[in-house]
């Protein structure tokens, strides 16, 4: 098993990717430490994960806390003895439109829960990976954080994400030497709720932007971030990996 025996935190596991990290995680034998907003749907993860051998804490609360991040770090210490890694996934694509329309409040929204939340979650969990001399935070942004490719009113988004990338190169480069690896997710369009997986129209017209003509499922961009979290991905920090299915071919 790719994880066996480590602990991981996981945001955003109460739906989507997260959900699909939190249960593969938990099946190759981590220790999950979950998080997001909404009691019912992260107790249901959990309890799955508890009722089929595996072994799942969970804390409900907002990322744009910075207590939350370190309550989430002291759960896992305190339940499982320890932290060797992170996927701090949850996010939100807020608002869509123009900047010219955009209230700054909407544009603190989106800045908040992906970008100060990564920065949040990093100064959390850092003292615990360098106690130890090991470990791997991955967060997810996005393939519109590397090229926006002509989307319309993604402004906020692609500068969150964009800056979740930039933050990624400089905490790799800070605690590379220190043993702890820092990398980037960047999926393309993912059948989610956030992903619009109510919506079949939505969902034809952004599969169609991606060469392989399909949207990637959670479980897919889920296999992404068990890599960069298991030791397979040893000699990886700094890396913005695209799991895009060609998206940025096309666009770049
Ligand atoms: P999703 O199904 O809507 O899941 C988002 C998760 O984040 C939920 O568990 C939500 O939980 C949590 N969350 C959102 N804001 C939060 C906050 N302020 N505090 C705590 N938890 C919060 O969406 P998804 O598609 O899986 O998205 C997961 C990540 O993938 C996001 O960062 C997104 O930008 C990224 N991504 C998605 C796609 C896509 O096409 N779907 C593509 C590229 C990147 P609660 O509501 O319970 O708090």
Known sequence: MELSGKTVIITGASSGIGKAAALLFA??????????RRAAPLESVAGQINQTGGHAAFLC????????????????????GGLDGAFNNAGTVGDLGPVADMTLGAW?????????SAFLAAKAQLPALLKQGKGSIVFNASFVGFS????????????SKAGMIGLTQSLASDHAAAGV?????????????????DNPEFLEMIAN???????????????????????????????????????SVRLL
């Open 108 to 116: 603190n929204d989106v800045i908040g829960a992906n970008l100060t």
């Open 181 to 197: 690896r820092v990398n980037a997710l960047l999926p393309g369009g993912t059948i989610t709720p956030a992903g619009g997986e």
């Open 27 to 36: 099946a190759e034998g981590a220790n999950v430490v979950l998080g997001a």
């Open 209 to 247: 932007l991606h060469p392989m003509r399909r949207m990637a499922v959670a479980e897919e961009i889920a296999q992404a971030a068990l890599f960069l979290l298991s030791d397979r991905s040893s000699f990886m920090t700094g890396s913005p990996m695209i799991v895009d299915g060609g998206m």
């Open 61 to 80: 609360g907002d990322v744009r806390d910075e207590g939350y991040a370190e309550a989430l770090v002291a759960l896992a210490v305190e339940t499982f």
């Open 148 to 159: 926006n490719g002509g989307l319309p009113g993604m402004a906020a988004y692609a500068a």
